[in-house]
């Protein structure tokens, strides 16, 4: 009998654990739900509606959406950007995050770690624009790149001709936002990268280097299986970085850039100003369902190969 009591009371301890975490992400989770669950609800209502919010229109609102040229306009220059800095991102950051840790791993083998050393100069450097305001960071990038700038009188005294281009109205435009971009969060994704490696246990790697496994033996098969956890957070974080470039961008060349970094948020922008409602709501959903659906489909294609492993 007291051996079944003592089953029954573990059984229900058992039950009782997974409920510890909710109780305490419930605040949150109320919060989450009630300021942005509810609103968005709301927001995909009103995408079928009518200004007035009165009458249902169907999908009126939506090809509204995708027939505007500034919406397509948009929508390509923000996949471009997209496409093209989050890989860059993700391999300079990782790069330097194993320079960084062969580096110490080298002082520290040499007993030298007096100072910081280039390693850790370099390390400074790459995450000191993460404290640098934005508003600063672009005024230094137009000091450099306006017509007066310090870039068109290097030119000028090197070529012997007179430079006056705008460079961030220039073809140049898009190049010089992914290259504040990167510079900007670099460091960033760097240290994400850098706790991952040093999470990797070293007996991994002494027990690879007795089997004569070679540096890149090494890398294939057990840091970056290591590190799959690391990437999706590094990849989450860095997508949602990118939408943010909206502040560079804008205060690197206004309200009305080059077409080349016309980005989505200067169109919600420009809609919010002549408050047009049923645009903004339904561009929403369709932004929404372009990041959330491949987002849940990589959830369910984790979830499923870790309940084949269990």
Not at 27 to 34: K, M, Q, R
Not at 143 to 157: M, T
Request: aromatic letters at 12%; glycine letters at 8%.
């Amino acid at each position: 009998m007291k051996k079944r009591a003592e089953q029954v009371v573990a059984v229900s301890g058992r039950s009782r654990k997974p409920m510890v975490p909710w109780f305490f992400l419930a605040p949150s989770l109320i919060g989450v739900v009630v300021f942005y669950g509810l609103p968005f609800l709301d927001v995909v209502k009103r995408s079928f509606q009518d200004a007035m919010g009165t009458r249902y229109v169907g999908l009126d609102n939506y090809k509204a959406v995708l027939d505007n040229t500034a919406f397509r306009l948009a929508a390509a220059n923000t996949l471009r950007f997209l496409l093209m800095c989050l890989p860059l991102l993700m391999l300079l950051s990782f790069g330097t995050a194993l320079l960084l840790t062969a580096g110490a791993a080298r002082r520290a083998r040499r007993a030298d770690s007096k100072g910081q050393g280039p390693y850790g100069i370099l390390r400074t450097t790459l995450v000191l624009p993460m404290a640098i305001p934005a508003v600063s960071m672009v005024l230094v990038w137009k000091i450099f790149l306006c017509p007066e700038g310090v870039l068109n009188q290097w030119l000028s005294g090197v070529t012997g001709q007179e430079w006056q281009v705008d460079w961030a109205f220039s073809r140049w435009a898009f190049p010089i936002l992914v290259i504040t971009y990167l510079w900007k969060h670099m460091g960033y994704d760097m240290v994400l990268w850098l706790a991952g490696l040093q999470a990797v246990p070293g007996e991994l790697y002494e027990a690879a280097r007795i089997d004569g496994a070679g540096i890149w033996a090494r890398l294939w098969y057990i840091t970056l299986p290591e590190l799959r956890g690391t990437f999706v957070l590094a990849g989450v974080l860095s997508v949602v970085n990118s939408f943010r470039v909206y502040r560079e961008a804008y205060l690197l060349a206004g309200s009305y850039p080059d077409s080349s970094i016309y980005l989505l948020p200067h169109l919600f922008a420009h809609w919010f100003l002549s408050l047009d409602i049923q645009k903004m709501t339904a561009a929403a959903v369709l932004l929404t369902g372009a990041l959330g659906v491949p987002a849940w489909g990589v959830w369910l294609l984790k979830r499923r190969k870790g309940g084949r492993q269990l």
